[in-house]
Nanobody, 115 residues
Framework: QVQLVESGGGLVQAGGSLRLSCSASGRIFSGNAMGWYRQAPGTQRDLVAAVTSGGSTNYADSVKGRFTISRENAKNTVYLQMNSLKPEDTAVYYC?????????WGKGTLVTVSS
């Protein structure tokens, strides 16, 4: 059974920074993509950033230049460094691991950015 555990959310003022972490336990196959999605109240869950096992990254336009995703393959851990945070970044952030035939989600961590 695969479990994803997120940490690092919290309350921060606009312009501040937070770092999210997500550790995956259980049998994770190599060649996966790890990423972060977010969902604000009343909206759909959208991709924030993703990184493949080979290091290729993909970012939402709204976070380019402010957020950086990285991973440690040996630890099955993915990070999201969030800088220059804005109130519109407020959301529940979900960790995701996507394999060829399986898709796993964490329970989410709340990020609140005050103006």
């Amino acid at each position: 059974q695969v479990q994803l555990v997120e940490s690092g959310g919290g309350l921060v003022q606009a312009g501040g920074s937070l770092r999210l972490s997500c550790s995956a336990s259980g049998r994770i196959f190599s060649g996966n993509a790890m990423g972060w999605y977010r969902q604000a109240p009343g909206t759909q869950r959208d991709l924030v950033a993703a990184v493949t096992s080979g290091g290729s990254t993909n970012y939402a336009d709204s976070v380019k230049g402010r957020f950086t995703i990285s991973r440690e393959n040996a630890k099955n851990t993915v990070y999201l460094q969030m800088n220059s945070l804005k109130p519109e970044d407020t959301a529940v952030y979900y960790c995701n691991v996507k394999e060829q035939h399986r898709n796993f989600w964490g329970k989410g961590t709340l990020v609140t950015v005050s103006s």
